[in-house]
C-alpha cells in the first residue's frame, strides 16, 4: 500500500482521489491558518506554479492539532488560503495527523509510533508512492535541499 491508495476527501468535498498523482511526486504539507509557518503557503504556491508541469503535487493537509491554528471551516480555509495567498494547489478536508484518530495518509506516510512535530512539516513522496524525504516545519519551500530532492524525484 502507498499514499496513492489512501482515501481522503477534498477540501471542498468529495474524495481527493490520491490514485490521480500515481507517478507523479507529491509533497504532503500538513498546514494551518494561524501558524507562525503560515506564510509558507505564498512559498509552496511559487513551488507548485514552478515545478507543477513537470509533475509535481502539493498536496495541503489541514490539521487543527497543534495549537488549534486552524479552527476554521473548509469555507474559510478554502477563503483564506485563496484571498491571502492565492493558493490554487489541491487541500484536503481538515485531519488529525497524530494521536489515535490520525488520519491513514499520515499513518503510510511515517508509520506507526511516529509523529508529525509541528503545522508544515513536509514530506516528499516519490512517483511510486514512497516517502523519499521529510522535512521539518521550518524548512522554506524555497530550500534549496528539498528542492534538490524534488527536482531528483522529477522526470527529467
Known sequence: MTIFD???DALTGGSADLRQYRGNVVLVVNVASRCGYTPQYA??????????????????????QFAGQEPGTAEDIQQFCSV???????LTRKVDVNGPDRHPLYGELIGEGAAVQWNFEKFVVGPDGTLAARFDPA?????ERLVATIEKLLPR
Do not use: A, C, H
Open 139 to 143: 524548512t522554506e519551500p524555497d530550500d
Open 84 to 90: 491571502n495567498y492565492g493558493v490554487t494547489f489541491p
Open 6 to 8: 489512501v482515501d481522503i
Open 43 to 64: 512559498g509552496l504556491e511559487k513551488l507548485w506554479q514552478t515545478y507543477r508541469d513537470r509533475g509535481l503535487v502539493i498536496l495541503g493537509v489541514p490539521s487543527n
